[in-house]
Nanobody, 124 residues
Framework: QVQLAESGGGLVQAGGSLRLSCAAS????????MGWFRQAPGKEREFVAA????????YYSDPVKGRFTISRDNAKNTVYLQMNSLKSEDTAVYYC?????????????????WGRGTQVTVSS
């Protein structure tokens, strides 16, 4: 069983930055592919970014490409999402997810474990 806890959300002005963190329990974190998803009010949960166990394979959704950076520190059982040049359309609850295979995936149903989410609000 893996437990995930997101932190770092908050209120920021458009053009600003935030860094989200996701702390994972369990000794097998380093073997998991990890991802970030988000869900805005009234919308479905959507893919944001993902990376493989080593960080060698990384995917981004088109809306965040060039602005967001996903990374991981396996020694700290933590995955990060650095968000720069934030826009009002980035406002959402952001979720961390883990899959029990090593590879990155943009497909929501590939993930086995989910955090409770952290709210990000971007004011224009």
């Amino acid at each position: 069983q893996v437990q995930l806890a997101e932190s770092g959300g908050g209120l920021v002005q458009a053009g600003g930055s935030l860094r989200l963190s996701c702390a994972a329990s369990g000794r097998t974190f380093s073997s998991y592919g990890m991802g970030w998803f988000r869900q805005a009010p009234g919308k479905e949960r959507e893919f944001v970014a993902a990376l493989s166990w080593s960080g060698g394979s990384i995917y981004y959704s088109d809306p965040v490409k060039g602005r967001f950076t996903i990374s991981r520190d396996n020694a700290k059982n933590t995955v990060y999402l650095q968000m720069n040049s934030l826009k009002s359309e980035d406002t959402a609850v952001y979720y961390c997810a883990a899959r029990t295979t090593a590879w990155a995936s943009a497909y929501i149903y590939d993930y086995n474990y989910w955090g409770r989410g952290t709210q990000v609000t971007v004011s224009s």
